[in-house]
Every structure is written in structure tokens, then in C-alpha cells.
């Protein structure tokens, strides 16, 4: 059955420092893959998507990279803030894109 | 623009009682969702609506959930009767287009507690 991991423990790293988070699927061959922000007690945030055929994706201090043959993204934020202290979901997205599961999330702490 | 609106924002029952919640998306915005989280996982689909056809009801529990979107607009999701393990976070989403296109903007979310 398809599966989507993140890690679930917190990650906790100091302020300044690159927190990177990862996102594994298996059994999946996704189309898109998309990554949201979620604060406690608020609904998702979308922050970007990366497509397949992409390597790397940048916004500013965030940049996403794509490993079809890993079956592996990675998220990084550099100059870590406390303010980016939230939990980081991923969702794969198929071609059919009827469905957007999403994996179990990873908490990040940034501390001053 | 005004963003996803959902009500209520709380709702505790008895298991075995009945409860709606109610969505109202994006103005314009074609595919609707309602998600489930509970505490420490992450959303999970329960049904999307393409205008007010459904497109994936696969994970939606049809003996106690039902949901409608009349009109293409706004949704409500029920659930009849609750049980305990319905305690989560209703979550309704909304985007322009399919979601292979574009992003889901989410609402607030309606916190159900079941005791």
C-alpha cells in the first residue's frame, strides 16, 4: 500500500542554524509534491510544490529538492527562525491529482 | 479575498449524538475537500467535490459520514451517529482548479470532541 513518512519526532535546532526535513514515499510514483505549514490550532498553509522533473525549488530562505529515484523529498529552511517553529507536512500528489494524502507531519522547534 | 470559512469552531457531544459542520470556500473555487486530522497525524481525505459532484469519497465512513455540497458552493459534513474515535479536526479546503495545478487553501477547522 502506498505510505508516506516523515519523521515524527520533533526537530529541534538552534536559531540561525538549516533545519531539514524529510519526506519519504513508497509504493507511489507521485507527480507533484507539495509542502505545507501548519501552526497549532490553525489549518495548513501551502509554502511550495515541486514537480517531478524539477531537482530543486527555492522561495527565499526555503528550498525544496525532489528524488524520484530515492523516492525522497527534502525541505530546508536556512537562517532558521523562532518564528518558523510549526509543523512541516508533505503531500505526494499523483497524476490524477483527485487526492492529495498528506504524511504525518514533522514538528520543528527553532530556539533563540 | 476572503478566505475558507467553516462553523462551528467547537463542538463536543455524546457518542451516539449527531453533529454538522459547514463550509463555505473560496468564491470562484471549482474542488472542494473535507479532511480529518486527528491529533498528532496529518490531514486525511474524506471526500472531494468537483462543482457539487463528487470526484473521491473512498475514505469517507458512509455508515456515519455523509456530506453534501448543494449548488457548487458552500458543503456541510455530517456525521450520525458519533463514536469516540470521530474526536478530530475537520478540516474543509478549497482550490481553483484540480489539486495537481495549484495549491489548497484551508479553513480554520471545526474541533469535534465525542465523549
Known amino acids: 500500500s502506498q505510505k508516506i513518512e516523515q519523521n515524527s519526532e520533533a526537530l529541534n535546532i538552534q536559531e540561525g542554524k538549516t533545519a531539514t526535513l524529510t519526506c519519504n514515499y513508497t509504493n507511489y510514483s507521485p507527480a507533484y509534491l507539495q509542502w505545507y505549514r501548519q501552526d497549532p490550532g490553525r489549518g495548513p498553509v501551502f509554502l511550495l510544490l515541486i514537480r517531478e522533473n524539477e531537482k530543486e525549488k527555492r522561495k527565499e530562505r526555503l528550498k525544496v529538492t525532489f528524488d524520484t529515484t530515492l523516492k525522497q523529498s527534502l525541505f530546508h529552511i536556512t537562517a532558521s527562525q523562532p518564528a518558523d517553529s510549526a509543523t512541516y507536512l508533505c503531500a505526494p500528489v499523483n497524476n490524477a491529482g483527485n487526492m492529495l494524502t498528506f504524511g504525518g507531519g514533522t514538528r520543528l522547534m527553532v530556539k533563540p | 479575498e476572503a478566505g475558507v470559512a467553516q462553523s462551528p469552531r467547537y463542538k463536543i457531544i455524546e457518542k451516539r449524538q449527531s453533529v454538522a459542520f459547514w463550509c463555505n470556500p473560496i468564491s470562484g473555487h471549482a474542488t472542494l475537500y473535507w479532511y480529518q486530522q486527528i491529533l498528532g497525524q496529518g490531514p486525511k481525505l474524506l471526500i472531494q467535490?468537483?462543482?457539487?459532484?463528487?470526484?473521491?469519497d473512498s475514505q469517507l465512513p458512509k455508515d456515519r459520514f455523509s456530506a453534501e455540497r448543494l449548488k457548487g458552493v458552500d458543503s456541510t459534513l455530517k456525521i450520525q451517529p458519533a463514536k469516540l474515535e470521530d474526536s478530530a479536526v475537520y478540516l474543509c479546503?478549497?482550490?481553483?482548479?484540480?489539486?495537481?495545478?495549484?495549491?489548497?487553501?484551508f479553513g480554520e477547522g471545526s474541533r469535534l470532541t465525542v465523549l
Open positions: 467535490f468537483q462543482n457539487n459532484g463528487v470526484v473521491d
Open positions: 479546503a478549497s482550490s481553483r482548479e484540480r489539486v495537481n495545478t495549484g495549491e489548497l487553501f
